[in-house]
């Protein structure tokens, strides 16, 4: 795949483009990526974050064509907000996820919520919206967030995972909203689906997703099989597994791996097979 740059659309399939948005981070890796689907008629996928040079990226790159609708497949920050901007400029509708109905806020490792966000239609598991030659159909994908939807194209047998799954990284979890048990659910959910491609919000796009999604699965399994091993040892903190377990990781990713560590525990012990007295983990007797 060529290099990408922000502010240019790259057409990736005859209805699929994207823009970069410029917010490359340790959380985001070289930025969001904004899919547009379609000709003439354009949906516009995660609008991304509220930069006004993207936004205007968007515009430029859709001139001459219509927005008829914009989907979020999540509303962390990097993901939603610039459905602001786009409606006021387009008059688009919002549709996709639900807005998160939190009550806990409580801490969180990546991307904050966008509590600004109100979609005039929620798609929920399997709903469709059509333009002029593609369907968008909704699959709903809790996991990285409750209200997570990935969203299907079957005019190009492609599927846009959103942070679901991604083409440079494994997502992160961060309880409470973010769930574990959910997620992993969320993968067996995708590997029986026969998708060609998968369009992610960051890296680039995922050639064999299903071999690709059962790596992730297997991946999530190895972490929790080393946490139930430092477990047999002893009871521990989470920094103190994170550290074992994150060897070689960029410390600047370790309070969202300590995050995705407590998502694990708290599926174990959902499961009965782990305890917790104040902040020290051990094995359930
Ligand atoms: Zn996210």
Not at 33 to 51: F, H, K, M, N
Not at 94 to 120: K, N, S, T
Not at 146 to 159: D, E, K, V
Not at 247 to 273: C, K, M, W, Y
């Amino acid at each position: 795949m060529t290099e990408q740059s922000t502010g240019l659309a790259q057409e990736l399939h005859p209805l699929v483009r994207r823009v970069l948005a410029p917010n490359p981070s340790a959380f985001t890796y070289s930025g969001t990526q904004t899919y547009l689907v379609g000709r003439g008629e354009v949906a516009v996928i995660d609008p991304g974050p509220d930069l006004g040079p993207h936004v205007e990226a968007i515009l430029a790159a859709t001139a001459g064509e219509r927005i008829v609708a914009m989907l979020c497949t999540h509303t962390h920050r990097d993901h939603s907000p610039a459905t602001r901007a786009l409606k006021a400029a387009t008059g688009a509708p919002i549709i996709g996820c639900a807005p998160l109905a939190l009550e806990d806020d409580g801490p969180r490792a990546d991307a904050a919520f966008d509590v600004d966000y109100v979609p005039d239609r929620i798609l929920t598991d399997g709903e469709r919206f059509t333009g002029d030659g593609w369907t968008i159909e909704a699959v709903a994908t809790p996991g990285h967030t409750s209200n997570h939807l990935c969203f299907a194209l079957p005019q190009a047998n492609a599927l846009f995972t959103g942070d679901h799954v991604m083409g440079w990284s494994t997502t992160v979890i961060s309880p409470p909203d973010g769930d574990m048990a959910d997620y992993m659910d969320s993968l067996d959910k995708l590997m029986a689906r026969d998708d060609a491609v998968y369009y992610p919000a960051h890296g680039e796009p995922v050639e064999n997703p299903q071999r690709f999604v059962r790596g992730l699965a297997g991946h999530r399994r190895q972490r929790e099989g080393q946490i139930l091993r430092l477990l047999r040892e002893e009871d521990r903190a989470i920094p103190a597994m994170v550290a074992r377990m994150y060897v070689g990781v960029d410390p600047r990713l370790h309070g969202a791996a300590g995050r995705s560590v407590l998502a694990h525990l708290i599926d174990l012990e959902q499961r009965g097979v782990v305890a917790r007295a104040g902040d020290q983990w051990r094995l359930a007797a």
